[in-house]
């Protein structure tokens, strides 16, 4: 039997940090920037989407040509060092809000026999574990 309560689940993973849902309809790309190439036209609504929010980003997507793909290696990993860095930021102001926090570290090999690091960052904010 169903429930009338609403579902415990996590929120759409489909949203930006905004709340906001994720659509690509409202986003406008030159066609030369994707082409009939499905995977370059996914990485370019990925980085049009979150360059709304990270001025670095956005400044990279203006200021670089506008012939560019947005597929290099060394473009990509250039992108990839940036949201990193937002995420990072995000999360030490998150923390330096936070009354409580615990960081729970655990070292395991894999089966490569090379050892691996899990960082586990637990904190309170505003009544919400996170």
Known sequence: ??????????????K????????PEGITFPSHMFGSNKRSFQHTCFLKLHSRHIELLQSRMISGPKNATLLSHDYQNSMLSILAKSVMDYIINEVKEA????IMVDETKDISIKEQLALILCYVLKGVIH
């Open 16 to 23: 930006d940090k905004f709340d906001k849902p994720v659509q």
């Open 1 to 14: 039997s169903s429930s009338s309560q609403p579902s415990s689940a996590p929120t759409d993973i489909a």
């Open 99 to 102: 009354r409580y926090f615990t």
